[in-house]
């Protein structure tokens, strides 16, 4: 576990001719609630961020952000301090700046943590310095230049991992043994970072989701892990596990369906097709043995197998090679007749390839027009939520849209509404959700068309070589009419040259079907093993259920509906067991519903924020892992009522073993009738309940100035 102690800025303002001018805060933490209280305004935010800064957790502040450039500007470039005399605003520009946090695990070990926020040295990326931390191994009280310190990396490869890595070692600090997860990349740990967006709350974006600020690192189901690992559930290995089974399958049907993709290539190119393939990937090797190619047999015109093929055309060419070569007056008679069946062949053949061209050109074009197609609605679609986007962030007001700005004369926006006419106009998130559906109708369309023209093309060659081969058969046959009847056939040498060369060619494709045809039998052999590991593994333990019912039963009872949670009943809340929103509350008809609902969006906003309360605390009372840590930012959101809040000040204040850090306003107005207030958020009152010092320790910032101040 961690519990924060001490957390001092300091900053050097510039123009400072030695250190002993120094601005910034010192703030000291205890065990159980901490509040730091203050106006808008007054440095709340700053303060936040420092503790999130010092702990390595500044992405948590604002998505993709690193180091301090997810800061304030007050932490470095530039601060205000209000003069104790005159009152007045003062502004400073930064120097050098730092901050330290002191923290202690539950062994009793304290350390201090030391990061630069200005160290005055830059270049391109930012600062240089503000990459790694220095770890004391004392309080910053006890700092010398004997203190034992350490230099760690931050946002540095395997910072996790390596014993260089600052998350590394707060990890160790805490006393987590961070699990092996499955990410894009292949393995790696369950990241400190994705765990601290259970345990840290922020004002802007935390409250829209349940640990909303989790930044991505490719890990699949993240917020589930961390749930896992928060509870010390089972199913946390088990999941792992599970993991590289999806994505070994994953990898076998790929691979089976490009071996089959290769088997459909090679039918197409004989103008064939495949028989009895099972359509997905299979343990079952013995249904392989009765996949066939099957080929047209021009001859006798009719479908058998490449291998019955083959060893017809095989037999006949050994035949034929024991039999001498023809003259030509042998064969004048037969050439005679087999020009005219060319003659016919040809002619029909002519028909059936100006069909498939004009079919396959047709395509071509479809593909090429709905591609185009999708480019415009692509585009439309970006338009639209762009328009959305600005209408959102409008601050217009929008009664004026139907008002003549000059003599505030009602007018109609719809000309043909004034004209009698009514047509249907669709909403913005209308036309979003029809345009995408168009796209990926679109989409579909074009992938469907893409497969079957890469088919044709190669159906297109087959063609292209039997007109090929007719066209030579005949130009043979005319020459030889005319030539001599002593001289040897040319006719009777090409079939024999033609019948080596099929017999051939239908070697190697035989040779390459078998080559399919095995690498589909050591897939389906790679699968019946998979299959087996997939039966063995356990779903969820006993143990993980009994976890979980007892962990439903406090986020119920204990936390939301003692908070005032009143968009449903208890018996329509649940804590989801399985997929979707697996370990996450949800609506429910009733236990065995198959149908779960997201709370969000059957609760009012501000049930919701009494959710994330409930949960946040819940994960912290009954979570065997949880580092003891929660940190709430401005917890009063949306027209929360003051007597909930006093309700969460007062369970907050009951977890005596752990730590909970609140950053809220002094007053502020929390619920309006009419423009009139009509509920209030007064600090003191919401605590009037609970003794300083005894249930709760509380930090004040000045009511004028900011919380940065001259330190003595």
Sequence with gaps: MIKLRRLRLVILPAGTIDNTEKYGFDIPFYSGLNIIAGQNSRGKSTIGSSIYYALGMEELLELGAMNEKALGKALKTEFETTDPVTGDIIAHRVSRSRIALEIENDRGEIATIVRLINSGEFDKSGDLRTKKA????????????????????????????????????????????????????????????????????????????????????????????????????????????????????????????????????????????????????????????????????????RERTLKSLLGKQETKLSELMQLPVKKVGENKEHIREKLEILYGQQIDFMKQYEEFDTTLNLQKSQHENITKHLGNVSRELVAQKGIKNVIEESKLITDVFDQCPTCHQTVSDDLMKAEGVTIEKY???QNISYLSGQQGMMKSSINSLRTIIDEKELMRKYYLNKQRKLEEEIKVILRELIEDDRDYSDVDSLNRVRLEKEVNDLRYAEMRFDRYILGLGEIAAEYQVLLIKKGKLETRVAEDRKTLTDFESIFKNQYLFPMGYDSNQAYNIFIQLNEPFKYFPVFKFNSESELPQSIKTNSSASDFVRTMWAYSLSLLVAGKNHPGLLLLDEPGQHSIRSQNLQTLFEKAAAIKNRQVIILTSVQKVLITENDKPIDKLDLDALLSKLIVNEDYHIFRLPNDGKSIVRLS
């Design 134 to 301: 220095r770890v004391f191994r004392s309080s910053i009280a006890d700092i010398t230049n004997e203190t034992e310190v350490q230099a760690l990396f931050i946002r540095n490869y395997n910072n996790n991992t390596d014993e260089y890595g600052f998350y590394h070692w707060l990890a160790e600090f805490i006393g987590l043994d961070l699990p092996e997860v499955v990410n894009s990349k292949g393995r790696s740990p369950l990241y400190l970072q994705s765990i601290f967006s259970a345990l840290l709350i922020e004002q802007t974006k935390g409250w829209s989701e349940f640990l909303a600020t989790m930044p991505f690192y490719g890990i699949n189901r993240a917020k589930e892990k961390v749930i896992e690992f928060l509870l010390n559930l089972k199913e946390l290995a088990i999941s792992t596990e599970r993991d590289d089974i999806e994505r070994e399958e994953t990898r076998l049907t790929k691979k089976w369906e490009q071996t089959v993709a290769r088997l459909d290539g090679l039918a197409a190119e004989l103008n064939g097709h495949v028989r009895e393939l099972p359509e997905n990937v299979t343990p079952d090797q013995d249904s392989l043995k009765i996949v066939a190619l099957m080929v047209r047999d021009e001859e006798e015109q």
């Design 427 to 429: 909403t913005l998130d």
